[in-house]
């Protein structure tokens, strides 16, 4: 599958083509759900925290005698049905919701999605971008290339200028390669990847 090679200046210099191993493989939806709800699970933080009835203060001295007073019998003051007491069964910021897959289905997943955006033209490829930090050149580059919302930037390395220059972009993001991800790769709706990124995907995923 080929794709087209951007310069610095927006220009469409050449085709490229891309590794069908990557750009090509099957896509699994039901593969890409499962890698995409691991991802969201494993990235919960839990907030919600309640405490027990042993988390309480007060005493724990019986309130009233079980019987003989013609009234529902009555535990200790940080018992669950007091006020005040404790809650039974509530969140506990202690909750884990971690999901996992193994190796080869966070590949194949990862593959999908690659070849899910390359079966639907969403992936091109940059030349080179050097110069100065500034954010008005890269949106002016964006626009020649034709990108608008929601733009996936793939860096083979840390990249200063790129990534500073895309900071106040809304809806640009950039990633390394070796970071490449299910959850990024679904949200985005342009990839754009520097043409040393894509050089480097062989050498990262075996």
């Known amino acids: ?20 191993e990557f750009f090509e493989a099957p896509i699994k939806k039901d593969l890409l759900h499962h890698a995409l709800l691991m991802q969201l699970s494993n990235a919960r933080r839990p907030i919600a925290h309640t405490k027990t009835r042993s988390e309480r203060a ?4 019986k309130l009233t005698r079980q019987k003989g007073l013609g009234r529902a019998r009555k535990g200790p003051a940080r018992s669950p049905i007091m006020r005040k007491g404790g809650v039974a069964f509530g969140p506990r910021n202690t909750a884990h919701f971690i999901k996992d897959l193994s190796k080869k289905e966070r590949r194949g997943a990862l593959l999908s999605a690659l070849s899910a955006k390359a079966k639907e033209n969403r992936i091109l490829a940059l030349e080179k971008y050097e110069g100065k930090i500034g954010t008005k050149p890269f949106v002016t580059l964006l ?7 929601k733009v996936l930037i793939v860096l083979p390395e840390k990249n200063q200028v790129i990534q ?43």
Do not use: C, W
């Open 164 to 206: 500073k220059s895309t900071n106040n972009i809304p809806e640009v993001t950039t990633i390394l390669v070796n970071y490449l991800n299910v959850r990024d790769l679904l949200n985005a709706h342009h990839v754009l990847f520097l043409q040393t990124a894509l050089d480097k995907l062989p050498t990262i995923f075996k």
């Open 143 to 149: 626009k020649k290339i034709g990108l608008g919302r």
């Open 1 to 20: 599958m080929e794709i087209p090679l951007y310069s610095q200046e927006g220009k469409e210099i050449s085709k490229i083509m891309l590794p069908k």
């Open 58 to 61: 007060g005493s724990t001295r």
